[in-house]
């Protein structure tokens, strides 16, 4: 009697539960609540995509701007998710997010042990492996700030387990929703099935087609609705970062690689020598340590698609010199910091001598509370954003906006994201993400400090120095600020001073990012 297989993609190879994958997934998302209750830390950017849902959820369509249909958000399917979620809890659309990145981040960590399972890995290889993922503060952050970046690495790690089962179907189903989350993974995509092509054509063939099946309803809808399949954000962020950025390839190379280590030190110039150092030095040890797992595994198939991708990702990103966000980085480091735990794994199997494995622990051990030290401070920092920056500053202002101005006022800015969503106002961002004619304007290479003259906005939202800059207070030419405007009400919780020569930082975190002007339009 022929046997057939369990339905259940979790049931395929039979594995039984380890207590320590348990025990460890568990704590990693018992920190990564912690981290929330502590920093109530929610990205500036995770509100562009709030009010994408909400406007689908009210039924004006896959808008920012009520009536113009522009693809400014690069994570449809959070999107959609986050719509039907405010259709259920219209107030709450945040807790939706944490819920769904953090169901995404134990559900990538509980694949990923089953891929390294199917692997072959090692007991000790896979506990490595899963600790640092769970123990990473980077990853903390990327799992926590309401962003899609949990969905990313959730259908990273499912698609791959599936793969390496020879699951084609799952394994095209979940590629697709790849796309759907962030089309720029689609590099995952094609290694997988390019992988597919040089042992099994005819599977890589059927791979392709459920992968182009699952994504191509959104490929229609956005080419019809917006008018082109590329959402529009890629354009306006390379306008604004990239095209203009003269500075060298190799500074972009280092600045991501510096990011690819277990955890992030202290930013700043004034930062002491010995952090400087340290932060160096845990670059090399990550790099080293992916790298040589590399070398002793390239001839497996099943895990050379790791490396794979985190090359062609960091030439990618440093040659299109996208290397403004620190997000964009999460897959290669996640990638990286998988190599590196299971180089870990690997030496701990390798050491004979009782001795040798306690000073090796006494390492680890060393690292692992260098990183809760170094979270503790991250923390601090993204606390003292989030109360000063998105609460006190952001979200206030898009709320004042909203009690103080007409429904039909147009509001210029540049943070795009809490004030949008607040305000609940039309907007022109001063990027371009959702103003395709500000992206013209940044092509013709005129000055943004002319852009209200040119708009003739109802409001204008600018930092407070950008204030004195505009009236030519600051070395800057007057651009006519107050002849066309009146400024209405300021936002400093942090007190900072325009004038000042240098302000000191609060927990690493500069005041001059909490301090806006808003400027009325003087009615003729």
Same mark, same amino acid.
């Given at each position: 009697?022929?046997?057939?297989?369990?339905?259940?993609?979790?049931?395929?190879?039979?594995?039984?539960?380890?207590?320590? *994958?348990?025990?460890?997934?568990?704590?990693?998302?018992?920190?990564?609540?912690?981290?929330?209750?502590?920093?109530?830390?929610?990205?500036?950017?995770?509100?562009?995509?709030?009010?994408?849902?909400?406007?689908?959820?009210?039924?004006?369509?896959?808008?920012?701007?009520?009536?113009?249909? &522009?693809?400014?958000?690069?994570?449809?399917?959070?999107?959609?998710?986050?719509?039907?979620?405010?259709?259920?809890?219209?107030?709450?659309?945040?807790?939706?997010?944490?819920?769904?990145?953090?169901?995404?981040?134990? %559900?990538?960590?509980?694949?990923?042990?089953?891929?390294?399972?199917?692997?072959?890995?090692?007991?000790?290889?896979?506990?490595?492996?899963?600790?640092? &993922?769970?123990?990473?503060?980077?990853? $903390?952050?990327?799992?926590?700030?309401? /962003? +899609?970046?949990?969905?990313?690495?959730?259908?990273?790690?499912?698609?791959?387990?599936?793969?390496?089962?020879?699951? #084609?179907?799952?394994?095209?189903?979940?590629?697709?929703?790849?796309?759907?989350?962030?089309?720029?993974?689609?590099?995952? #995509?094609?290694?997988?099935?390019f992988?597919?092509?040089?042992?099994?054509?005819?599977?890589?063939?059927?791979?392709?087609?459920?992968?182009?099946?699952?994504?191509?309803?959104?490929?229609?809808?956005?080419?019809?609705h917006? %008018?082109?399949?590329?959402?529009?954000?890629?354009?306006?962020?390379? !306008?604004?970062?990239?095209?203009?950025?003269?500075?060298? *390839?190799?500074?972009?190379?280092?600045? /991501?690689?510096?990011?690819?280590?277990?955890?992030?030190?202290?930013?700043?110039?004034?930062?002491?020598?010995?952090?400087?150092?340290?932060?160096?030095?845990?670059?090399?040890?990550?790099?080293?340590?992916?790298? $040589?797992?590399?070398?002793?595994? $390239?001839?497996?198939?099943?895990? !050379?698609?790791?490396?794979?991708?985190?090359?062609?990702?960091?030439?990618?990103?440093?040659?299109?010199?996208?290397?403004?966000?620190?997000?964009?980085?999460?897959?290669t480091?996640?990638?990286?910091?998988?190599?590196? %735990?299971?180089a870990?794994?690997?030496? $701990?199997?390798?050491?004979?001598?009782?001795?040798?494995?306690?000073? @090796?622990?006494?390492?680890?051990? #060393?690292? !692992?509370?260098?990183?809760?030290?170094?979270?503790?401070?991250?923390a601090?920092?993204?606390? *003292?954003?989030?109360?000063?920056?998105?609460?006190?500053?952001?979200?206030?202002?898009?709320?004042?906006?909203?009690?103080?101005?007409?429904?039909?006022?147009?509001?210029?800015?540049?943070?795009l994201?809490?004030? %949008?969503?607040?305000?609940?106002?039309?907007?022109?961002?001063e990027?371009?993400?959702?103003?395709?004619?500000?992206i013209?304007?940044?092509q +013709?290479?005129?000055?943004?400090?002319?852009?209200?003259?040119?708009?003739?906005p109802?409001?204008? !939202?600018?930092?407070?120095?950008?204030?004195?800059?505009?009236?030519?207070?600051?070395?800057?030419?007057?651009?006519?600020?107050?002849?066309?405007?009146?400024?209405v009400?300021? @936002?400093?919780?942090?007190?900072?001073?325009?004038?000042a #020569?240098?302000?000191?930082? *609060?927990?690493?975190?500069?005041?001059r990012?909490?301090?806006?002007?808003?400027?009325?339009?003087?009615?003729?």
């Amino acid at each position: 009697m022929k046997r057939t297989k369990p339905a259940n993609p979790l049931l395929y190879d039979n594995q039984k539960i380890d207590p320590w *994958v348990v025990t460890i997934i568990g704590t990693a998302l018992l920190i990564r609540l912690v981290w929330i209750v502590y920093t109530n830390y929610t990205e500036e950017d995770a509100f562009i995509t709030f009010r994408f849902a909400r406007q689908l959820a009210k039924g004006h369509g896959f808008v920012f701007n009520v009536g113009e249909p &522009i693809y400014g958000t690069t994570t449809p399917l959070l999107t959609l998710l986050l719509s039907v979620w405010y259709k259920l809890a219209p107030g709450n659309i945040v807790l939706g997010a944490r819920l769904f990145d953090l169901l995404a981040a134990g %559900g990538a960590m509980l694949f990923l042990w089953k891929a390294l399972h199917a692997t072959g890995q090692t007991r000790t290889n896979q506990l490595f492996t899963l600790a640092i &993922i769970a123990l990473s503060s980077k990853l $903390w952050l990327m799992d926590t700030q309401g /962003m +899609e970046t949990p969905l990313v690495l959730f259908f990273m790690a499912s698609s791959w387990y599936m793969w390496i089962k020879r699951r #084609v179907g799952w394994t095209g189903l979940l590629t697709g929703l790849l796309l759907w989350t962030r089309i720029d993974l689609i590099p995952w #995509v094609v290694i997988m099935v390019f992988a597919e092509l040089i042992s099994n054509p005819k599977e890589a063939v059927r791979l392709t087609l459920v992968v182009s099946i699952v994504y191509l309803p959104w490929l229609i809808f956005s080419t019809l609705h917006f %008018g082109s399949p590329i959402p529009y954000t890629i354009l306006a962020k390379w !306008v604004a970062y990239s095209k203009f950025n003269a500075s060298p *390839v190799v500074a972009h190379l280092a600045l /991501m690689t510096q990011y690819l280590s277990i955890f992030e030190i202290p930013r700043g110039n004034d930062r002491p020598q010995l952090i400087v150092f340290i932060s160096n030095l845990f670059v090399l040890i990550t790099l080293g340590l992916a790298i $040589w797992q590399t070398s002793r595994k $390239w001839h497996d198939h099943r895990l !050379v698609i790791l490396p794979t991708f985190a090359i062609l990702e960091i030439i990618r990103l440093t040659l299109t010199r996208e290397t403004f966000f620190n997000r964009y980085f999460a897959p290669t480091l996640w990638v990286i910091l998988i190599l590196a %735990g299971l180089a870990l794994g690997t030496i $701990w199997d390798l050491l004979e001598s009782s001795r040798l494995k306690k000073i @090796f622990m006494i390492l680890i051990t #060393v690292g !692992v509370i260098s990183m809760f030290l170094f979270g503790v401070q991250r923390a601090q920092e993204f606390r *003292v954003r989030q109360v000063y920056r998105h609460e006190a500053s952001l979200k206030a202002i898009g709320i004042w906006l909203h009690e103080n101005t007409s429904p039909q006022a147009i509001i210029q800015l540049e943070p795009l994201g809490y004030i %949008g969503y607040y305000s609940d106002r039309a907007i022109i961002d001063e990027v371009g993400l959702v103003t395709p004619r500000v992206i013209k304007l940044k092509q +013709e290479r005129i000055d943004p400090n002319l852009y209200f003259s040119i708009f003739q906005p109802n409001y204008l !939202v600018i930092h407070c120095d950008d204030s004195l800059r505009l009236q030519g207070q600051l070395g800057n030419q007057d651009t006519g600020l107050t002849n066309q405007y009146r400024l209405v009400k300021t @936002f400093n919780p942090l007190n900072f001073d325009p004038l000042a #020569v240098k302000t000191k930082l *609060v927990h690493g975190y500069h005041p001059r990012t909490s301090c806006y002007d808003i400027w009325q339009r003087i009615r003729e």
